[in-house]
């Protein structure tokens, strides 16, 4: 069974610090890893991916992924309350369909003003 | 990113119904998705909507349950069959965009509430 994990939080952090977000998964062969941040009552929206081990930055964002270890990250840097949410990590299924992502349950992010 | 939206948004539905919940995107798209994600759960692949051929399910999925249609390269339908409380869910379509067509991008969803 090709799992995603994350620790459900809630993680809660002061503005302006260093959100940290985990996630480990299963699937050794899986090459494609994404960050989705999805709001309450909300679908999650696509922020970050990372195909390639090492770091990704996007603005605020860096993802940070380990294939030996199976481990990928997403750190978000000046944390703002609007980044409060659930952040969820997938990835793509290797030899599944196209579009067989397996999510993590999630991880509730809340950014303290 | 791409823009889809999806009718209805939500619905309260009577056990034994059927609710077919529509997906329209504005560009052409070869494949489109079809999630669900249960109350505190992770999302769930259902199937895969592809034009021109049958639906492709994941495990635990069946067409008779959640028939699908896919009339052109913009729209697919998803219907939850003969509902229970149990399928009370958010439904979520997904196109893939990006340079290896490997990121997704989700409609809004539908919150259905079976009673």
């Known amino acids: 069974q090709k799992e995603v994990e994350q620790n459900s939080g809630p993680l809660s952090v002061p503005e302006g610090a260093i959100a940290s977000l985990n996630c480990t998964y299963s699937d050794r062969g899986s090459q494609s890893f994404f960050w989705y941040r999805q709001y309450s009552g909300k679908s999650p929206e696509l922020i970050m991916f990372i195909y390639s081990n090492g770091d990704k930055e996007d603005g605020r964002f860096t993802a940070q992924l380990n294939k030996a270890s199976q481990y990928v990250s997403l750190l978000i840097r000046d944390s703002q309350p609007s980044d409060s949410a659930t952040y969820l990590c997938?990835?793509?299924?290797?030899?599944?369909?196209?579009?067989?992502?397996?999510f993590g349950k999630g991880t509730k992010l809340s950014v303290k003003p | 990113s791409a823009v889809i939206s999806q009718k209805p948004s939500r619905d309260i539905c009577q056990r034994g119904t059927s609710l077919t919940i529509q997906c329209q995107v504005d560009s052409q798209v070869t494949m489109m998705f079809w999630y669900r994600q249960q109350p505190g759960q992770s999302l769930t692949l259902i199937a895969t909507a592809n034009q021109g051929s049958e639906a492709t399910y994941e495990s635990g999925f069946v067409i008779d349950k959640f028939p699908i249609s896919r009339p052109n390269l913009t729209f697919s339908t998803l219907t939850v069959s003969n509902m229970s409380p149990e399928d009370s869910s958010i439904y979520l379509c997904s196109v893939p965009r990006g340079r290896r067509h490997h990121e997704q991008f989700f409609g809004p969803g539908t919150r259905l509430t079976v009673l």
């Open positions: 997938a990835n793509r299924i290797s030899g599944g369909s196209q579009g067989n992502l397996i």
